[in-house]
């Protein structure tokens, strides 16, 4: 990277002399932008998901159904796809922190919901109903990808306990913090199925201790809180929910803070790295940069570390 330098400083003049060239602040906005952004920064509602801006372009998304222990059912599923695929677009949402409502996290896929539903799933022979479960399985995965898929950082915070499905939830988020009465539990042994929906392929690149992981897989034994942050799962344990949703928000806000292009780009790039060897993210991440190096972010932050400015005084444009 020893161009770095010299591109920069070309890149910094040649922003600047833009800047000058085009004085587009002070355009105002016609009443159908203006609509726009009314109706983008509106929270749109679930049955049970609750969404709240809480910070500054920072979303609270809520696993709300309390009174059925956050159990995972139909409606659930498929608002988990809609929700994240909205907050991917949304430009007034940087960083997202994604909790349970009630006493726990959640308890994992609503049995009295889901449990039929592959009985029930038709096809004229064997081949054809087993293509059609290995859909539904598929879209069944999408639910928590889309976690993944979402450029946008997702902090877990988990209180309770954690359990089934909810382990594959947790798995495909950025960040996981947890209360020190937290509970974690790969369930599926105990109802007779492998777990199909993302925990056995990411959990192993999260925890490194594969023999741990393995056992927590076949026996289903519950791992309490200091063992899921001495081994990596979570990052932080506090003392209880109110602390840990104050940190969560915190550590949100200090994300969304920071330049979108920089922030997104990273994730996106050490999802890639995660799931390629090494040359092929560098090669990825070199591509990426051709085009994100271009970025006004990079002059905007290396003016403000020139004048000492911190990130928190810089305003970056929206993503
Ligand atoms: C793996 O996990 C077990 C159980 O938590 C722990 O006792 C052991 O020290 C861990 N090993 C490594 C190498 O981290
Ligand atoms: C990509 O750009 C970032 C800065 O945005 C820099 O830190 C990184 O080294 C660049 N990577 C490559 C492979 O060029």
Redesign the pocket.
């Known amino acids: ?1 020893a161009g770095a330098g010299v591109a920069l400083k070309g890149l910094l003049l040649r922003k600047s002399l833009l800047v000058c060239a085009v004085p587009c602040r002070g355009l105002r906005m016609t009443p159908i932008q203006q609509q726009q952004q009314e109706k983008s920064s509106a929270v749109d509602t679930y049955e049970t998901l609750k969404l709240e801006r809480v910070r500054d372009k920072v979303l609270h998304v809520e696993l709300n159904r309390p009174e059925k222990r956050n159990a995972m059912n139909v409606a659930f599923w498929r608002e988990m796809v809609e929700c994240f695929n909205k907050i991917s677009q949304d430009s007034e949402c940087h960083a997202v922190v994604i909790s349970g409502a009630g006493k726990l996290f959640t308890s994992g896929i609503d049995l009295m919901e889901m449990g039929s539903i592959f009985v029930m799933v038709g096809g004229d022979d064997t081949a054809r109903k087993a293509w059609n479960i290995r859909r539904k399985i598929r879209e069944y995965q999408e639910t928590f990808t889309v976690l993944e898929k979402c450029p946008k950082p997702v902090i877990a915070a988990i209180h309770g306990g954690c359990i089934g499905g909810g382990m594959n939830l947790i798995s495909a988020c950025d960040i996981r913090y947890c209360t020190q009465d937290a509970w974690f539990q790969v369930k599926e042994v105990d109802i007779g199925i492998a777990a199909d929906v993302g925990v056995l392929q990411r959990l192993p690149r999260i925890i490194g201790n594969h023999s741990l992981v393995n056992e927590l897989a076949f026996t289903a034994r519950k791992m309490m809180a200091p063992e899921a942050e001495s081994s990596g799962l979570v990052s932080r344990v506090f003392q209880d929910k109110e602390a840990m949703m104050e940190s969560a928000f915190d550590l949100a806000v200090e994300i969304a803070s920071k330049s979108p292009v ?1 922030v997104q780009g990273t994730k996106v790039n050490l999802v890639y790295s995660r799931d390629h060897p090494v040359p092929e993210g ?1 090669k990825y ?2 591509t990426w ?1 051709m085009s ?2 271009q970025t006004e972010d ?1 002059v905007k932050s290396a003016q403000a570390a020139m004048e000492k400015k911190t990130p928190k005084q810089i305003t970056y444009s929206k993503l």
Request: hydrophobic share 90%; no cysteine.
């Open positions: 990277m920089a560098l991440m070199a940069n994100m190096l990079i």
